[in-house]
């Protein structure tokens, strides 16, 4: 078990944003707004890691005045922060924080959004810098793009040159994804469009790359040589709730495997980058999603599962959702099977599985190790033995644990799984920073490494859109059903490369 050391809250804050800059955030007082950017920035701004010269506009379609939005600001953050609000740290908040209609396609909304942000600069001193988050529907960017370009506030002439925050989804498929692309890079740098996947600002995921490149002891062994699969987990025990149209639409393939665990696959797979910063991190993740490449329809048809839970006792199935059609043939679940054609990884399998309604929530990495080469202890003198595993975890108990054998007390010779564990909190004895709280700090520093690049989204893409096409044929894998409450379709161990594997769970 580690031990736990009684380190200062204080001695983990980063740097703060020292460039002044007005959050403009559209759909401000939506629920993502509510839930998760509003105690976001009251933690921010409570580690003193907001710039001084900050303002906060928020946009929507519904006329309010900047008293009522600060009010919608205020329950959100005493209801969502991690943290219990102090009042003079809200109230420094609050005094910065405004409202504004803006009707997207509306041109008389878009000039009075640039007057406003010109009278910002002047009240907050924030010298014309500006970080547009986009907290809207997927199918409004386009036309909140152009607004921003015709208004004069987004453009390759525009100085200094503002920042724009994408939500996910990016697209629904690499013709979308291009397309949404070309028009932000028509407008907006490279190094300042954040495509956000709150993954990415979870504590346990970035610590990922601190366990792979910071300890000698175990980059060596995470290669074909010594692993014999690598298995994603990323279940979740509750529904579609009242998402279901929007999950109509996507599915768990777009919905989860596009972004979540492809870029968790990323993470544990890719080589050393040249140096820890956005560049050189995003490229050596493109190269492990273009050493992927598209799946063949034979390669689908061998390696995908997909299925879709029905009711079970008191919970309803899919299909009896609000928004869901009655005859839906859209995924809850999937699972496949990828290979990574490079030297590091050529010949081992990684399997990768979400779903809704699956036994419990949890995400999680699991490397299984090869056997060693010349066993000693065989079945006729150990009868249980079991492969050494890594073990990263994600939600809900953040860890990381190393799975080995030991030898049971006794006069015989019998060995056992013994764990030796990280656990996240115990060691470091303090409260986590909320994923979008790492993500916002980072997007008004200019930190790109957590947010994915043009080429990485569209590499992404060219993999799930040959799933989904081979899905739409009529040989594809038949959609299976599965009880809500279960871990998937019976038939998701058809994946496996060999009959040695099982899912892992922890």
Not at 61 to 80: F, G, N, P, Q
Not at 417 to 446: C, I, N
């Amino acid at each position: 078990m580690s031990r736990g050391i009684d380190f200062q809250a204080e001695s983990f804050v980063p740097q703060p944003a020292r460039q002044p800059c007005v959050l403009t955030l559209f759909g401000g007082a939506g629920a993502l707004g509510q839930r998760k950017l509003a105690p976001a920035l009251y933690n921010l701004c409570h580690d003193k890691l907001l710039p001084e010269s900050f303002g906060l506009l928020a946009l929507g379609r519904t006329a309010r005045s900047d008293d009522e939005y600060r009010r919608i600001l205020r329950e959100a953050v005493v209801s969502h922060s991690r943290r219990p609000p102090r009042g003079e740290v809200l109230e420094w908040l609050l005094s910065r924080s405004h409202y504004q209609r803006l009707r997207p396609g509306e041109a008389d909304d878009a000039a009075a959004l640039r007057d406003s942000l010109k009278e910002l600069d002047q009240r907050h001193g924030t010298a014309d810098r500006r970080l547009f988050y986009l907290s809207t529907p997927p199918q409004s960017y386009e036309q909140v793009i152009e607004d921003l370009a015709r208004a004069g506030l987004a453009g390759r002439a525009v100085d200094p040159p503002p920042g724009i925050v994408v939500e996910k989804p990016f697209g629904t498929d690499l013709a979308s994804a291009s397309r949404l692309n070309s028009l932000l890079l028509e407008r907006f740098d490279e190094p300042r469009v954040y495509r956000i996947d709150h993954f990415l600002g979870k504590e346990t995921v970035q610590n990922i790359m601190v366990f792979r490149f910071a300890n000698a002891i175990f980059e060596p062994l995470l290669r074909r040589r010594y692993v014999h699969d690598v298995q994603i987990t990323v279940a979740e025990d509750s529904g579609v709730v009242d998402r279901g149209a929007y999950y109509e639409s996507a599915g768990a393939l777009r919905d989860m495997v596009q972004n979540h665990l492809l870029q968790l696959l990323c993470l544990i797979a890719m080589d050393p980058p040249a140096r820890l910063a956005g560049e050189a991190i995003r490229d050596e993740k493109v190269k492990l999603l273009q050493a992927i490449g598209p799946m063949s329809p034979e390669q689908v048809a061998a390696r995908t599962v997909r299925g879709q839970y029905a009711a079970s006792g008191a919970i309803a199935g899919y299909r009896q959702e609000s928004g869901v059609g009655a005859d839906s043939q859209v995924e809850t679940y999937a699972a496949v099977q990828l290979e990574v054609r490079n030297s590091r990884w050529a010949g081992v399998p990684f399997y990768l599985r979400t779903g809704k309604r699956l036994a419990r929530r949890v995400s999680e990495i699991v490397f299984t190790f090869a056997r060693e080469s010349a066993p000693l202890f065989g079945p006729e003198t150990c009868d249980w033995r079991l492969p050494n595993r890594l073990i990263f975890r994600l939600q809900p108990a953040e860890g990381i644990s190393i799975v080995f054998d030991a030898k049971a007390p006794g006069a015989s010779m019998l060995l056992r799984p013994v764990w030796m564990d990280f656990d996240y909190h115990r060691s470091f004895q303090t409260a986590s920073p909320e994923a979008y709280e790492r993500l916002l700090l980072d997007a008004l520093k200019g930190e790109s490494s957590l947010f994915a690049r043009a080429d990485e989204v569209e590499a992404s893409w060219k993999i799930v859109d040959s799933i989904r096409t081979a899905w739409d044929q009529p040989a594809a894998p038949p959609l299976l059903s599965y009880p809500a409450g279960s871990w998937g379709p019976d038939r998701s161990v058809s994946i496996f490369a060999d009959q040695e594997t099982a899912w892992q769970t922890t």
